[in-house]
């Protein structure tokens, strides 16, 4: 394995752009898709998936010489859902609104398919510093991605960004964007913007391979 | 206990509240598979078969962790419980249908980790469905589900004899039918209600 060249930087970065979880590994979708309807909601959503990325990162790869690896699967699921089950109880605590607005979606979080795969992709195989590092990384570009669908979502259904109205009066709100459909045109949106990115990395690339 | 009709529920688990194009649960499955129209069949009966084994489940297990007044339990039982039934289900189509096993590839442990199974089991417990009503919700979740992605693969079969700029090839186009799909579900709203 390469794992040993890639230096920790890098380790956090890739969450953020070249593997990100929501628009290249395409992870995670029901949650993106379900709670981004406000910019609120989606870094809500966001915080508490990189807080149970990042604990459960942390204890699978502290764990990671005891599990068996038979049973690997099972165990990662019940850690997972220690901490989901700890955050759902935090956010009611903080704020009950909050808790309704996302509704069994924080309970949800714990078959978000990035968690389990990154448990068992990365932190099984890693030292809890870099197994910390992937989550951040992960969590960071996950809440970004939803951020994202929620701004869009918010500024073209509601006409305002974090319940600040951001249109003067007269604009006609596109209900579709807060309702479910809204959600899957507003990631076709984000896909498209970074196929074109890639793409165009891409091409250059390979004008540089050729002149070179 | 809730007090909605058996029917009403059916209906509104199937069509209004859809959970593929109205909750986003079972979006993996859903994208994954639904490029086919018979691995979408039969992914569709694998999930119904599974959602209603988990709702008997969740409703058992529920009465247990009433009984000890452990509700901070519900999360990490309801998902043991149901990933072992799918298991459990894996096996039996490794025995009974090699050639349906091999056709789900790597979807069917996936499954385990399918919000749509353990939404189900979450939202009639949240509603103070009793076991009737469970079961028939469960009835109309896997139907609806099935239903859609059934939809979705038939669009996509015939997505793919069309000439489609590359930009928008796989998720993207699938992205864009699946919101056409789901504001036409929007037409259902009021049914059953």
Known sequence: MASKEVTSTDEFVKGLWRDNPVFIQVLGMCPALAVSNTALNALAMGLATTFVLLMSGLSVSLLRNFIPREARIVCYICIIATFVTSVDYLIMALSLELHRALGAFIALIVVNCLILGRAEAFASKHKPGRALLDGLGMGVGFTLALLFIGVVREILGSGSLFGVAVFPDGFQTWTVMVLPSGGFFAMALWLLIVNRIKQKQAATAKTVEVTS | ?193
């Open chain 2, 1 to 193: 206990m809730s007090d909605a009709s058996h029917w009403s529920i059916f209906l509104n688990a199937a069509l209004v509240n859809n959970f593929v194009l109205a909750y986003f649960l079972g979006i993996c499955p859903f994208f994954g598979v639904s490029s086919k129209l018979e691995t979408a069949v039969r992914m569709g009966a694998a999930v119904s078969f599974v959602m209603l084994v988990a709702s008997v489940c969740a409703f058992l297990i529920n009465l247990l962790l009433d009984a000890v007044n452990a509700p901070y339990l519900r999360i990490i039982s309801y998902i043991l419980v149901i990933s072992s039934t799918v298991q459990l289900v894996e096996m039996l189509m490794k025995k009974i249908s090699p050639t349906t096993f091999r056709a789900m590839g790597i979807y069917l442990p996936l499954i385990t980790t399918n919000c749509a199974i353990l939404g189900l089991a979450l939202f009639q417990t949240n509603r103070g469905y009793g076991f009737t009503q469970s079961v028939v919700y469960s009835l109309g979740a896997g139907l609806g589900f099935a239903l859609a992605l059934v939809l979705m693969a038939g669009v996509r079969e015939k997505l793919e004899l069309n000439e489609v700029p590359d930009l928008v090839k796989g998720t993207a186009a699938a992205l864009v039918v699946a919101g056409i799909l789901s504001m036409g579900f929007m037409g259902f709203a009021g049914l059953g209600r």
